[in-house]
């Protein structure tokens, strides 16, 4: 006979940052195993899972929250972006474009490319 009482274990949740979105999902798996928390314990990422299920959220409800997450929106921006007067608000000269790295196609926002007449001041 199977008992419909949930199997209670403790729970103990380690750090990870962006790894901590995958207890979101191993809760709710446990969950539908019949598993339920008894203890939880956690750091970092872990302490905020840990946190969340101890308020009352289930496995369920956290997968549904990450899986709706806006993660663009915590997005680092460049580090002119970070400095008041050099970032977004300044904007380059009109007809400026930007050399890529070398090695890649993407633009270095931080190496201009002369303009039309600077060649020759600035050596190229």
Same mark, same amino acid.
């Given at each position: 006979?199977?008992?419909?009482?949930?199997?209670?274990?403790?729970?103990?949740?380690?750090?990870?940052?962006?790894?901590?979105?995958?207890?979101?999902?191993?809760v709710a798996t446990l969950e539908e195993r019949?598993?339920?928390?008894?203890?939880?314990?956690?750091?970092?990422? %872990?302490?905020? /899972? +840990?946190?969340?299920? $101890?308020?009352? #959220?289930?496995?369920?409800?956290?997968?549904?929250?990450?899986?709706?997450?806006?993660?663009?929106?915590?997005?680092?921006?460049?580090?002119?972006?970070?400095?008041?007067?050099? %970032?977004?608000? /300044? +904007?380059?000269?009109? $007809?400026?474009? #930007?050399?890529?790295?070398?090695?890649t196609s993407q633009p270095d926002r931080g190496?201009?490319?002369?303009?039309?007449?600077?060649?020759?001041?600035?050596?190229?």
């Amino acid at each position: 006979m199977i008992s419909a009482e949930p199997k209670r274990v403790n729970m103990v949740f380690e750090a990870g940052g962006v790894k901590g979105i995958a207890l979101a999902g191993a809760v709710a798996t446990l969950e539908e195993r019949g598993f339920a928390p008894e203890y939880l314990a956690g750091a970092s990422a %872990g302490a905020i /899972v +840990a946190a969340l299920l $101890g308020a009352g #959220y289930t496995g369920a409800e956290l997968k549904e929250i990450i899986m709706n997450m806006p993660f663009k929106k915590f997005r680092d921006t460049d580090w002119e972006d970070r400095v008041p007067i050099v %970032g977004s608000h /300044v +904007a380059p000269r009109e $007809g400026r474009e #930007y050399l890529p790295r070398s090695g890649t196609s993407q633009p270095d926002r931080g190496s201009p490319a002369p303009l039309e007449g600077e060649r020759d001041r600035v050596g190229h």
